[in-house]
């Protein structure tokens, strides 16, 4: 087992609904080291690509994304969740489908902070449908960079997503994949990588 799996057994709490619930150290109290550490991995695993830009989306993607753009030395970029169906010319947009909260909502980036010069790392926390993940990646294309990489802090393996962006060819790399949760009785296994 991994640094990850360890803490998500540890502290992982599994939820009805195909939800793991990790606030108690990942996105509500954060354990900075641990994001310290994530950031290393991330680092460690797409040091053959070339990065100037790491993308997430709000809110629990940047805390994750920091940690990983200070070890590439690059800006972070956030996707907005924006209630505006009036979006303006200087946005890239793309519509979400929240897993957790199960509405739509469009996501922007300002056109300043991505161009067809950037190399783009997009990562976040859990991917679940791939919905984020997807939203993210058109943004990157819609603005002529290049999609370098992905990576996921926890990936459910048993749900579509992963399947749905490897398939799309991208390098998706998940720290640790839920292979299957049983809300019963709380446990989880992962697969092994
Ligand atoms: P997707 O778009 O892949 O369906 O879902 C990914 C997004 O939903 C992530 O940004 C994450 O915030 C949220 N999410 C999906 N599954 C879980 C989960 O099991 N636990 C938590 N805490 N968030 C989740």
């Known amino acids: 087992?991994?640094?990850?799996?360890?803490?998500?057994?540890?502290?992982?709490?599994?939820?009805?609904?195909?939800?793991?619930?990790?606030?108690?150290f990942l996105n509500h109290q954060m354990d900075i080291a641990l994001m310290d550490q994530i950031g290393e991995e991330f680092y460690r695993?797409?040091?053959?690509?070339?990065?100037?830009?790491?993308?997430?989306?709000?809110?629990?993607g940047i805390a994750i994304a920091c940690s990983v753009a200070r070890c590439f030395g690059v800006p972070v970029v956030f996707a907005k969740k924006s209630k505006s169906i009036n979006i303006d010319g200087d946005m890239y947009v793309a519509e979400v489908e929240s897993f957790t909260h199960k509405n739509r909502n469009n996501v922007i980036v300002s056109k300043k902070f991505l161009n067809s010069d950037?190399?783009?790392?997009?990562?976040?926390?859990?991917?679940?449908n791939g919905c984020a993940l997807q939203g993210?990646?058109?943004?990157?294309?819609?603005?002529?960079?290049?999609?370098?990489?992905?990576?996921?802090?926890?990936?459910?393996?048993?749900?579509?997503?992963?399947?749905?962006?490897?398939?799309?060819?991208?390098k998706?790399?998940?720290?640790?994949?839920?292979?299957?949760?049983?809300?019963?009785?709380?446990?989880?296994?992962?697969?092994?990588q």
């Open 172 to 192: 998706l790399e998940s720290l640790a994949i839920v292979e299957s949760m049983d809300c019963e009785n709380g446990t989880l296994t992962f697969r092994e």
């Open 118 to 128: 950037d190399h783009v790392l997009i990562v976040d926390d859990f991917l679940a």
């Open 136 to 170: 993210l990646i058109s943004i990157t294309e819609s603005s002529g960079a290049t999609v370098e990489g992905l990576g996921i802090v926890i990936e459910k393996g048993f749900q579509i997503g992963g399947t749905i962006i490897r398939n799309l060819g991208y």
């Open 1 to 24: 087992m991994n640094f990850l799996e360890e803490r998500i057994i540890k502290d992982g709490v599994v939820k009805a609904g195909n939800v793991l619930k990790v606030d108690s």
């Open 45 to 60: 695993r797409f040091s053959d690509k070339k990065v100037t830009k790491v993308l997430t989306i709000e809110s629990s």
